[in-house]
Every structure is written in C-alpha cells, then in structure tokens.
C-alpha cells in the first residue's frame, strides 16, 4: 500500500524545521573549511519569476551539497532595492516607493521561502536600509579622500517640458517618457568614480580569472577596451596640423583621407566662418553617440578644403573632412582612413568616391585596386607599401611606429575604452551622495557623524523632477566647514553602487563600519557566483573595481571578488498571438491536434516562436501557484534537468510533470525500502559510480548530467532484486538527492528512523575499489573485421583470453578447421586473429 508524497505538508514541516534549528546559518567562528556560494540578488519588482527560480535553485543545490561535504556554508540573500521601478510605481499608483519596495520584498522572501532555499536569513540585508546605504556613504567619503571621487561637467538628457533630468530609459525616441517633449542633452556638474585608474590592473585581472566563462571575460576585456597605437600629426596646406590616433599604423600607404569629429577644434574654427560647415555640425549632433549607433547609420562628410600631407610622401595630399563617425571624445578626436581595410571608411569612401587602395592582402589578391563590398580586416601581408612590403601586420604596426618615434612626429600610446564612472542620478529613490555645497567653501564632504543621512519620507510624486531637490526642508543644512547656510547635494548614487560591496557586507555587518576586514577576508572572494549573463559587464566590473579600490586604500586584502562565476541560462516558454495580432498568455489559450485555440473566439491561433519569459510577450509562467500544485521539489528538479544550465530552459505542462512523476517514484522505493539478505555487486557498483558522478557534476553545475545519472540509479533500483545492497542502495539515495529535492528527503530521512536532519548529514562515502569494473567487454577479430565478443574478467591472462577466443562458436565457423596464422591480443580489449 504505496503512499504518496504530499508536498503541501512536508515542504512546509521541513521549512520550519530548518528555521527552528537555524540549520543554513553560516558560522562566522566554524572551524570547517569555509564556502561562499551566492547568487546575484533580485531587484524586488513583485514576485519571484522563473528565472529566480532557475537561478536560485543551482545556487541552493551546490550550497546544500558543499554543507555536506563539510564545509561552513555562507548562502546569503537580499535585496537590490533602490532603482527607478519604485519611482514609477509611486508616480502611477501613488504609493510611497517605500512601502511599494518593502511590501515586494516581502511577498519575494515568502516565495523563496515556499521554495525551501538552503538561505541564511540573519544576514538579509536591503540596500534601501539605512544600516546599509549609510555605509556605503562612509566607502564614497573614504573613496573621496583617496582622490578616487571627483566633480565633473557632464552630459544629461533634459526634458525641457517637464523640466527635469530622465534616466536613459526614460528617453524614448528622443523624447520624454512622460511628456513627449523632444529630450535635450545639457550638462551638469556630476559626481565620477576613477574607475580608469584601474583599467590596466581590471583587465589582467579578468584574463587570471580560471573559473569564469571565457565568453564573459572577452566581454570585460572588450569594454575596457586597451588599443595599442599610434599618435602621430599631419602638416595642413593652412599651415597648422592634426594629431590623430589609429590602432592601424601598419595601414598608412592605403590611407585617403583624413576625418575629424564635428566638436574638433578645426572643424569649430570653420564653423565660425562657413554656415556650411557650422550646418553640417549641427546635423552631427542630432544622431546618437552610443557605438551601436555610429556603426548602423549612414556616414556623412563635409569636405573642409584642407589637405594634410602623408607622413611617407610630402606630395600626397589626402582631403580633411568633418565626419559624423568620429568621436570627439576618443583618441584625439580625428583619425586617418583606409576604406580597404575600415568599415566605416569603406562606406564613407564609397559614398564620397574617394580611393580604396589594397595594402593588407590575405594572400589570394596583391593589386592595389580593391573590388568587394566591404573592407578587408582579417591578417595578411603588407602589399602596395613601400618599405613595409611582405610583412606581416604585427611587424608593419612596430615598423611605422619606430619611424614615427624615430623622425620625432609620432609616438607608440595606448588609449583605454572604458570611462570613468558618472554615479550622480538625480533621483529620489537612491543612496543620498555624502556632500554639502557651501557658496564660500565649495563642496564639502557631509561630516562621518552624520551618516546615514537618510532619505525624507515625506516626498511627493505628483510633479517631475527630483523629489529631493523641492523637499522644502531637507537639503537644508549649515555647512560643516563654516558654519554658514548651505545645501546638501540632492543626487543619488547609481543603483550599481549598492550592488558593488553588497557581498562584503554579507560577509560581516557590523554596525559602526562597512565591514570588519580580518571577517570579510574570511569568507571572501565568492568561491562561486551565479546569475544571468546580462550583467556580464557593468555590475561583475564596477564589483571588481570596488574590491580593488577597498584593496589600494587598506581596507581589503585582495584583488577579485568572485574567483568562481557561472552565468545561466533564461527560462523561455512558447509565445501565442491572436489572429488579430494581440499577445495571449498561456491561460487564455487551449492546445489539441489542431493546434492552439484562443479560448474566448475559438480561432485556431498560431504557435510563436520559444522565447525568453517576458511580461510583453504575455508567455510568463508564475512560480507560485505551479509550487503550489506540484510542491517545491518537482518545481526545483524540473529546473534542473531538462538542459545544460548555461543553455536555455523551455517550460512545459509535460517537463513539470514529467518531475513530478519521477518526485512520487523517489518516493515510492524509500517508503517501500526493507531489510534484505544478499549482495549485487552491480547495484553496489552503480550506487558508488552515481555518488562519485553526482559530486563532480554538481561541483561543476552540470546539474542535467547528475539528473540523468540519478535517473539510471533509480531505474537499476527499481529493477533490482531485493537484496542488502538494494535497501542500502536506497537509504543510500535519500542522501545524494537531498540537495535537489530537500524536503523528500527529510520526510524519507525521518521515517527511516534515522535522528537529525539530512540536511547535516554528510555526504555518502565512495568506496575507490567500486569504482572500477571488474569485467570488460573484448572484441573478437579476425583479418580485422569484428566477429564476436567476449565479456572476461579485467586483467585476465592473455592465454585465457586467447583460448576463449578460439572457442568461439562464431570463430569456429570463420576458421573453417585451418589453424590461424597469428593471433594477437591486446589486454581487456581486443584479439585479432590473422587468418
Ligand atoms: C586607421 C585605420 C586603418 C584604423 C584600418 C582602423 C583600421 P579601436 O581599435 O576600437 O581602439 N578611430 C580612432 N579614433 C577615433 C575616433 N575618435 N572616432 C572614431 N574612430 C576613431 O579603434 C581604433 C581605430 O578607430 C583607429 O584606427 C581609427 O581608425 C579609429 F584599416 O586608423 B584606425
Ligand atoms: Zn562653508
């Protein structure tokens, strides 16, 4: 009489039962070996999405798996709290962003909780606390005496209708979200971190880095961006000359023209005298910066009527034009090109029928003249160049550079991509910037006894802008150097300032100081982070960069923050659209042979493409009320076993309950296990082999292998005879499962009688000498060709394995009576008998 495992009972018996003994507390004073394993934390949107669930559950897996390894786990959670969505929320619904925040975050920790995650509540922490965002205003303070933080002009984007600062995504089209008035971009004094001081150390950092994904180090290494080049000027028929800078020196014979960017000195100069010019300007600067869109849109010259002479050949002359495909604010602002071999130049060139010379040849082509429709970047010979002829790229680059430096008009330099870091937002719902401006002393840091200085409460919504900044009591304060009337900055940090030492203080929260350094040191770096690919580079960057500006000032001993990293793949789901266009969720359509049907119209609609889970594609799928039906154990097991956890996951009605059949047969075997007489020695060996193959799948989080190895074992189980081996193989099992499916286990862990949780129970033993086969499988050939095979104890001698050959009914009959001329054998794997 098979019971049934009843979920709704025993996941919330277990959940208490961890809570009770505080079982996945971390302890600071453990003299076991220590883990830190962590998830990136949730932005409190609402509830809990199934790529939390994804995410959260591989993290839970390792972190109970580590505990019964014997390690002092650290598995800690909180909240990302502060951000522009609770912004939104109080100018839509008119709720505090407050209380809309901390109401989220109390609905998420209850999902999380239903989902029984191994999580050391004690250390929650929300950045939008003031026990956490005033330490992190001590951190900007003590940055700032480092001379890591500084003032600085810079861009915004301006809605001049509603009169305020817009974050990037609140600019749409070029026009305000709310208003719809164009955006204008003009600049304020705003607050940088010197991020590029550590440009150099970030990148050989991350290229150290052996347990990241290559993919996310190219990526870092791509937006800090180190080019390797060459500075150097052209004379101008006007007398003057330009300084520009190329990464392609080695290029210089196929250059055929010169651009500028449209803020360049020259291009301003002839801006005053030639409407022309100053018009062509001003279209520039209505087009986008961000790179994506300088490499899409159509590039566009103005010829200024200037000619620059060629470094190698005072009677070539190359025309200077204002492009709108050269940044101001890269390099030098101006550059050669060589539409062979450029992109962008290519285009520009063909557009304005400039010369397109081949210099670079790859081997099949040599002339100079060019025919393709697009530039050639790839490596190759130097051809058409004059002394650098026959080299290869690398020797041509070092070439012209050593001329240049040699002839004194030219320099090798390094320039860096990556900027430093604006962190002013001017937002309400943000760390208050620790400063004060004073009109005689200037701005002066808020005193240390004044942190937290905490946000007002008592803000409105109603009108635009910055809630801060027309409080009519708040900014108000004297200055600290002086004593006069000043006003406290009304800015707030970016959002990704919180998230950058959120780990630190999980390690240690003291209540006078950032963080205890000898406790921090103790836990950190995180041996294995988890989260999604999308914060490959700014968050991963701005941590790495924290922890080593906490490490140049003292107050950490160490470079990286996160020696393991492991990105995850999204959670899709089938997309559905009505037949009049509309997007319809999952519960609004029904599926037959036929296909799928809107439930309200009866049409057979079409069936969309599997997407990622998105709230526009209405193809989400709530965790909740699936952990409801099927309980959190088939929810966590069907997230790991359906594919690699780098790939993406499809939900589906058969993949949830495909888990939560295999849920009820688990539990079927531990709750019918008996005690049995007898050995299998195949049973023993698959259990050992299966404990040893979970424990390095898991380690390395190819949590679907040891998926598919437990589905083996609990088919070799159900299978088996009743013997010794086979009850022991099940008791056995309760305890490799028990990292996946936590609160099965405790139930079966329980009624087998055995005392404590499973949770602390250890690891199951591998014993090595089961972990090899003892019988191997040999192939019998003869003249070459397979004709039979043997299965023979391992090691077996040679004349044995010859004469069991021989014996073979189907060697027997090749042979035909005649004797072979030669037999060989190659131990526990082949015979080749040589007829
Ligand atoms: C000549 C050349 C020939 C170039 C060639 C490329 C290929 P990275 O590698 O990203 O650093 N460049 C330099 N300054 C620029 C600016 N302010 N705005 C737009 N483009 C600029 O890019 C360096 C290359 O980008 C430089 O090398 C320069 O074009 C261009 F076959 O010089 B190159
Ligand atoms: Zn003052």
């Known amino acids: 009489m098979a019971s049934r495992f009843n979920p709704l009972k025993a996941?919330?018996?277990w959940q208490k039962a961890w809570d009770d003994n505080r079982t996945f507390a971390a302890r600071d004073d453990s003299p076991k070996p220590k883990s830190f394993v962590l998830e990136m934390f949730p932005y409190p949107s609402g509830r809990i999405h199934m790529g939390h669930v994804r995410n959260y559950t591989m993290g839970d897996v390792l972190a109970r798996f580590r505990r019964m390894r014997g390690y002092e786990v650290l598995h800690p959670m909180g909240w990302d709290a502060f951000g522009m969505p609770a912004e939104n929320a109080a100018m839509e619904k008119k709720v505090h962003p407050g209380g809309w925040t901390r109401a989220n975050i109390a609905t998420m920790k209850a999902q999380l909780k239903r989902l029984g995650f191994a999580l050391d509540w004690t250390r929650e922490l929300a950045t939008c606390d003031p026990e956490y965002y005033g330490q992190e205003q001590a951190i900007f303070l003590d940055f700032y005496e480092a001379g890591l933080v500084y003032r600085k002009e810079s861009a915004v984007n301006w809605d001049p209708a509603d009169m305020t600062v817009l974050a990037n995504e609140q600019v749409i089209d070029g026009r305000g979200w709310r208003s719809g008035a164009l955006v204008e971009r003009r600049k304020l004094s705003q607050w940088f971190l010197k991020i590029t001081d550590f440009a150099d150390e970030l990148l050989e950092g991350v290229q150290a880095l052996e347990h990241w994904p290559e993919k996310v180090k190219l990526m870092q290494e791509n937006w800090i961006g180190k080019s390797e080049g060459l500075r150097f000027r052209f004379a101008l028929s006007d007398g003057g000359d330009v300084e520009v800078f190329t990464t392609r020196p080695d290029t210089i014979f196929g250059s055929s023209f010169v651009a500028v960017a449209a803020d360049h000195p020259i291009a301003q100069k002839l801006a005053e005298t030639s409407e022309d010019a100053a018009t062509f300007i001003a279209l520039c600067k209505q087009g986008g910066t961000t790179a994506a869109e300088l490499e899409t849109q159509e590039k566009l010259g103005f010829d200024t009527g200037l000619r620059a002479v060629h470094p190698f050949d005072p009677a070539w002359q190359l025309p200077v034009y204002i492009a709108n495909f050269v940044l101001m604010d890269y390099g030098t602002g101006a550059v050669f090109g060589v539409p062979a071999h450029d992109q962008r130049d290519f285009e520009f060139a063909t557009k304005y029928a400039l010369p397109i010379r081949r210099v670079v040849s790859d081997g099949d082509q040599v002339s100079p003249e060019y025919h393709s429709d697009e530039a050639y970047t790839g490596p190759g010979t130097l051809v058409n160049s004059h002394f650098l002829d026959g080299m290869d790229v690398a020797d041509a680059k070092r070439a012209v550079i050593r001329r240049a430096e040699e002839g004194g008009w030219g320099s090798g330099t390094t320039v860096w991509r990556l900027r430093d870091w604006g962190v002013s937002r001017q937002r309400y719902w943000g760390t208050p910037i620790p400063f004060i401006h004073c009109d005689g002393c200037g701005v002066v840091p808020a005193p240390r006894e004044s942190l937290p200085i905490v946000l007002p409460e008592d803000v409105s919504f109603d009108i635009p802008g910055n809630p801060l900044d027309r409080h009519p009591s708040w900014k108000h304060v004297d200055c600290p150097q002086c004593g006069a009337a000043a006003r406290r900055e009304t800015d707030t940090l970016d959002t990704f300032v919180d998230s950058s030492w959120y780990f630190i203080r999980f390690a240690s929260q003291p209540r006078d100081k950032p963080f205890d350094k000898a406790m921090a040191e103790q836990w950190l770096p995180v041996g294995q982070y988890i989260g999604g690919v999308e914060h490959a580079i700014l968050h991963l960057l701005y941590a790495r960069f924290f922890t080593r500006a906490l490490n140049r000032i003292g107050k950490l001993d160490m470079t990286e923050p996160f020696a393991g990293l492991f990105t995850q793949g999204m959670v899709t789901h089938e997309t559905y659209k009505s037949l009049d266009g509309r997007w319809l969720s999952p519960e609004e359509i029904r599926k037959d042979s036929a296909g799928a049907i809107e439930l309200s119209s009866g049409d057979v609609i079409d069936i969309g493409r599997i997407e990622k889970m998105s709230k526009s594609?209405?193809?989400?799928?709530?965790?909740?009320?699936?952990?409801?039906?099927?309980?959190?154990?088939?929810?966590?097991?069907?997230?790991?076993?359906?594919?690699?956890?780098?790939?993406?996951?499809?939900?589906?009605?058969?993949?949830?309950?495909?888990?939560?059949?295999?849920?009820?047969?688990?539990?079927?075997?531990?709750?019918?296990?008996?005690?049995?007489?007898?050995?299998?020695?195949?049973?023993?060996?698959?259990?050992?082999?299966?404990?040893?193959?979970?424990a390095e799948d898991v380690e390395a989080l190819t949590f679907n292998k040891s998926v598919a190895k437990l589905y083996e074992l609990v088919n070799a189980i159900e299978r088996a005879a009743p013997s010794a081996s086979r009850s022991n193989a099940i008791r056995t099992l309760v305890r490799i499962v028990a990292p996946m499916v936590p609160h099965l286990a405790e139930e079966a862990w329980a009624q087998m009688g055995n005392t404590g949780l499973v949770a602390d129970a250890p690891w199951p033993e591998v014993d090595p000498?089961?972990?090899?086969?003892?019988?191997?499988?040999?192939?019998?050939?003869?003249?070459?060709?397979?004709?039979?095979?043997?299965?023979?104890?391992?090691?077996?001698?040679?004349?044995?394995?010859?004469?069991?050959?021989?014996?073979?009914?189907?060697?027997?009959?090749?042979?035909?009576?005649k004797a072979p001329r030669k037999v060989i054998v190659v131990p526990d794997r082949l015979v080749n008998i040589v007829a």
Request: hydrophobic content about 40%.
């Open 11 to 13: 996941d919330a018996a």
């Open 617 to 694: 594609k209405k193809n989400t799928v709530d965790p909740e009320p699936i952990v409801d039906q099927y309980g959190a154990d088939a929810v966590r097991w069907f997230m790991l076993s359906d594919s690699p956890p780098e790939r993406d996951l499809e939900w589906s009605e058969n993949g949830i309950e495909g888990a939560w059949r295999f849920v009820q047969r688990l539990w079927r075997l531990v709750d019918g296990v008996t005690d049995a007489q007898g050995e299998d020695k195949d049973l023993d060996r698959r259990l050992h082999r299966t404990i040893a193959g979970v």
């Open 769 to 817: 000498a089961l972990l090899v086969d003892d019988e191997v499988t040999i192939a019998v050939q003869i003249n070459g060709k397979l004709r039979d095979t043997l299965v023979m104890p391992k090691g077996a001698d040679r004349e044995i394995v010859e004469a069991a050959a021989m014996a073979s009914d189907k060697v027997v009959r090749q042979l035909e009576g």
